[in-house]
């Protein structure tokens, strides 16, 4: 099956971007790696009458330290993110998450903010930028406005983006001394979607002055547990994440995290795993997670 007729625009700023979003409204569809909306184009699942071409606006490209934040600009590739020494420095995270990324080819051509902003729910870039508590800066005609992660994935590809908005770029906090990052996923093959995946963040022992004065102090802290393919967006595991708060990375959090993980989640059942099975990965996979983290940090 073939697409449906459309016009082909090439930009060249991202005022002339904002300015075709205003004119053509709901007809109009920006693109970028277009590795989700070409196949929904070739199946009729949508049909913009124009497409945007985002790829030759210098404003959105771009992965730059600014004091505390990492700006990652919203046409940066997979495989840029990948490679990119200031993300494995600054955001290790989305380090570690980006080889698990589709395949090598949709990973050169797929882009940061464009799957941020197709908020699939089993998709890696959403649980990670709700886990490191990132911020989604949004424009159009209208002027600029950002949106914290965690108000930003409303449902099964929906998010906060308004009509004639378009994601310039994602901020992440820096990573600070003592963070500690953890990810990995459960798919039926390599490159596949995540049956569940998990992204995790923590800080071990004090931090600031305090530091000096506690430099033995293996106590966890800021513990966030972001799982996705779970539910119709990103979820933090809240009541896992407090029974790890204030105790070393040891068997017996590990096991307190997975008790308390079934007042956190209740996950839906798709085509190929039922809510049952999900709820036992859940819980294997946040064993995985945490023992791996655990055997990094005595190493």
């Known amino acids: 099956m073939k697409s449906p007729q459309f016009d082909y625009v090439r930009p060249g700023s991202l005022d002339q971007v904002l300015a075709l979003l205003a004119e053509h409204g709901d007809e109009a569809q920006p693109i970028a790696g277009g590795q989700s909306l070409v196949p929904t184009m070739n199946m009729r699942l949508a049909g913009p009458r124009v497409l945007v ?6 404003d959105l490209v771009g992965i730059e330290l600014r004091g505390k934040w990492l700006r990652i600009g919203a046409l940066t590739r997979h495989a840029e993110m990948a490679r990119s020494p200031e ?4 955001a290790p995270l989305l380090a570690r998450a980006a080889p698990y990324i589709a395949h090598e080819a949709i990973r050169n051509r797929g882009t940061f903010g464009g799957s941020v902003a197709t908020a699939d729910p089993a998709s890696e870039w959403p649980a990670c930028c709700l886990t490191l508590g990132a911020r989604i800066h949004l424009a159009s005609h209208k002027g600029t406005r950002t949106v914290p992660a965690e108000e930003f994935f409303e449902g099964v590809y929906q998010t906060a983006i308004e009509p004639h908005e378009l994601i310039t770029h994602i901020e992440v906090p820096a990573a600070a001394d003592g963070m500690i990052y953890g990810f990995d996923e459960l798919a039926r093959r390599k490159g ?20 000096l004065l506690r ?7 800021e513990v966030k547990l972001g799982f996705f393919g779970v539910a119709e967006t990103p979820v933090l595991a809240q ?4 029974a790890m708060e204030g105790r070393p990375l040891d068997a017996e959090a590990i096991q307190a995290a997975q008790s308390a993980l079934t007042d956190d989640l209740q996950p839906l059942g798709d085509l190929y795993t039922s809510a ?4 036992h990965l859940t819980s294997v996979l946040l064993g995985r997670v945490l023992h791996a983290m655990s055997g990094e940090h005595s190493e």
């Open 215 to 221: 430099r033995n102090d293996q106590r966890l802290s």
């Open 87 to 90: 993300v494995a420095r600054h």
């Open 239 to 242: 009541q896992a994440a407090a």
């Open 192 to 211: 596949d979607y995540a049956i569940v995946g998990l992204a995790v963040q923590a800080r071990i022992g004090a931090k600031g002055p305090m530091k």
């Open 53 to 58: 071409d985002l790829n030759h606006v210098p």
């Open 276 to 279: 049952e099975a999900k709820t």
